[in-house]
């Protein structure tokens, strides 16, 4: 039995899409299956919130201090103890604390079964996606236009500090995912921290149905084609193909590939994106996996598009499977990344479904641009032409970015010639 693997963001888990879409953060990758741990009666164990199984795992004699510790507080502990599945997600995650790997998660029952149907593109929330900041908060990355989060007046880099009235501060973000999604008619009320206001303030969101297109496609001004890309999910790949191939029978002078809040998706998908508009066997990623040495993942296919120009648009919103595709178009100097630095996230995830429906992602690899270039630490990657995208632009409606992209594409036509358009900066969320 198969299973796909998330190279996912987030942190943003992100990169969380608050359609809430859960993102992952998660780019996943269609490898073998493996076993939970080395040890699966650990897990079994703890799931059941039973005593340990008479087969012996290593090291069972610091593993019998847990047990005499749940014992002691069970018989002891003055208050209110939470169930026993309570407690058993509380041990799950205090292990998963000790890894220090932010996309190592455990995500409850309720929430994996809707991050499973999130597969399928509708979604019932707020209709923004999210991050985990370095505090503990959720930050927006970006509201989604006519959804219910924009028609608040949510804006990008909102800081949400509680839920409902509950501190958020400590979940892990499908913790705090898991509370503010929910069927489409019933209210949230977050209590966001803005850039620039001295107190927070509530915001009441009323939940929507969630319809997001995985990929958009249009001829603008100039007769430059623009191709977005919403996720790595799913038909993506298979959408892109058609979507491009329609677009380069116009004729365009050029190509814009839209990746900014692309939180990711699939490893292969991503593959597959970037084989679009590379030359077969040229490098797209390596894989680095515990006791397998590296894995070298090339264009494969026919390519639609190797040789149009191309300007691929990013910001900090495209993480993990999106940066595979950037690295990619980067190092093979096959076009020009225009907008802002990239989330960072170089990791994979597998996710093992649990016997009570919930779910255990594990970081299982990591991956490096072609030229061997890894992102930790949220450190993304540089776009190759740095321009802004201010607050100021996002509530007036425009645009900066893409106007500058269709300047480059356009000028490149006519010899090189800028036509002298000016970005103002101002200060970027």
Same mark, same amino acid.
């Given at each position: 039995?198969?299973r796909k693997?998330?190279? *996912?963001?987030?942190q943003?888990?992100?990169?969380?899409?608050?359609a809430?879409?859960?993102?992952? !953060?998660?780019?996943?990758?269609?490898?073998?299956?493996?076993s939970?741990?080395s040890h699966?009666?650990?897990?079994?164990?703890?799931?059941?919130?039973?005593e340990?199984?008479?087969?012996?795992?290593?090291g069972?004699? !610091?593993?019998?201090l847990?047990?005499?510790a749940w014992?002691? #507080?069970?018989?002891?502990?003055?208050?209110?103890?939470p169930d026993e599945k309570?407690m058993?997600?509380?041990a799950?995650?205090?292990?998963? %604390?000790?890894?220090?790997?932010?996309?190592t998660?455990?995500i409850?029952?309720?929430l994996?079964?809707?991050?499973?149907?999130?597969?399928?593109? *509708?979604?019932?929330?707020?209709?923004?996606?999210?991050?985990?900041n370095?505090?503990?908060?959720?930050?927006?990355v970006?509201?989604?236009?006519?959804?219910?989060?924009?028609?608040?007046g949510?804006?990008?880099?909102?800081?949400i500090?509680e839920?409902d009235?509950?501190?958020?501060?400590?979940?892990?973000?499908?913790?705090a995912?898991?509370?503010?999604?929910?069927?489409?008619?019933?209210e949230?009320?977050?209590?966001i921290q803005?850039?620039?206001?001295e107190e927070?303030f509530l915001?009441? #969101?009323? %939940?929507?149905?969630?319809?997001?297109?995985?990929?958009?496609?249009?001829?603008?001004?100039g007769?430059?084609?623009?191709?977005?890309?919403?996720?790595?999910?799913?038909?993506a790949?298979?959408?892109?193909?058609?979507?491009?191939?329609?677009?380069?029978?116009q004729?365009?002078?050029?190509?814009?590939?839209d990746?900014?809040?692309?939180?990711?998706?699939?490893?292969?998908t991503?593959?597959?994106?970037s084989?679009l508009f590379?030359?077969p066997d040229q490098?797209i990623? #390596?894989?680095?996996?515990?006791?397998?040495?590296?894995? !070298?993942?090339?264009?494969?296919?026919?390519?639609?598009?190797?040789? #149009?120009?191309?300007?691929?648009l990013?910001n900090?919103?495209?993480?993990s499977?999106?940066?595979?595709v950037?690295?990619?178009?980067q190092?093979?100097?096959?076009?020009?990344t225009?907008g802002?630095?990239t989330?960072g996230?170089?990791s994979?995830q597998?996710?093992?479904?649990?016997?009570d429906?919930?779910?255990?992602?594990?970081?299982?690899a990591?991956w490096l641009?072609?030229s061997?270039?890894?992102?930790?630490? *949220?450190?993304?990657?540089?776009p190759d032409?740095?321009?802004?995208?201010?607050?100021?632009?996002?509530?007036?409606g425009r645009?900066?970015?893409?106007?500058?992209a269709?300047?480059?594409?356009t000028?490149?036509?006519k010899?090189g010639q800028?036509?002298?358009?000016?970005?103002?900066?101002?200060?970027?969320?």
């Amino acid at each position: 039995m198969s299973r796909k693997w998330y190279v *996912g963001c987030l942190q943003v888990l992100l990169i969380g899409l608050l359609a809430l879409m859960l993102v992952s !953060t998660g780019f996943v990758a269609g490898y073998a299956s493996h076993s939970l741990l080395s040890h699966p009666g650990h897990v079994e164990a703890l799931a059941t919130a039973a005593e340990p199984s008479k087969e012996s795992p290593q090291g069972s004699e !610091t593993f019998d201090l847990f047990w005499e510790a749940w014992k002691l #507080i069970r018989r002891d502990f003055y208050g209110e103890l939470p169930d026993e599945k309570g407690m058993t997600y509380g041990a799950i995650r205090g292990v998963i %604390r000790t890894l220090d790997d932010p996309d190592t998660a455990l995500i409850e029952p309720q929430l994996a079964a809707i991050s499973r149907e999130d597969i399928t593109g *509708g979604f019932e929330g707020i209709g923004a996606t999210v991050r985990l900041n370095e505090e503990g908060y959720l930050v927006i990355v970006q509201p989604f236009e006519e959804q219910p989060a924009a028609k608040a007046g949510v804006l990008p880099g909102d800081i949400i500090l509680e839920v409902d009235g509950t501190p958020i501060q400590g979940m892990d973000i499908y913790q705090a995912i898991s509370r503010i999604r929910g069927p489409a008619g019933t209210e949230v009320q977050l209590l966001i921290q803005r850039l620039g206001e001295e107190e927070p303030f509530l915001v009441t #969101i009323v %939940r929507g149905k969630i319809e997001i297109p995985t990929v958009q496609a249009k001829i603008l001004a100039g007769s430059v084609a623009y191709l977005r890309l919403n996720d790595f999910h799913g038909r993506a790949a298979a959408q892109a193909r058609g979507a491009l191939r329609s677009l380069l029978d116009q004729d365009p002078v050029g190509l814009i590939l839209d990746l900014r809040n692309n939180p990711g998706g699939l490893l292969d998908t991503a593959v597959e994106v970037s084989s679009l508009f590379l030359k077969p066997d040229q490098v797209i990623l #390596i894989e680095l996996r515990k006791g397998e040495g590296k894995k !070298t993942y090339r264009a494969k296919g026919r390519p639609l598009a190797p040789d #149009i120009p191309l300007v691929v648009l990013i910001n900090g919103g495209s993480a993990s499977a999106s940066e595979i595709v950037v690295g990619a178009v980067q190092d093979n100097h096959r076009g020009v990344t225009l907008g802002e630095p990239t989330f960072g996230k170089g990791s994979v995830q597998l996710p093992h479904q649990l016997s009570d429906g919930s779910e255990l992602r594990i970081t299982i690899a990591q991956w490096l641009t072609p030229s061997g270039h890894a992102l930790r630490n *949220g450190k993304g990657l540089l776009p190759d032409m740095p321009v802004p995208m201010t607050s100021q632009d996002f509530r007036a409606g425009r645009d900066p970015q893409l106007n500058r992209a269709i300047e480059y594409l356009t000028s490149e036509q006519k010899g090189g010639q800028s036509t002298g358009l000016v970005v103002p900066v101002e200060e970027i969320l």
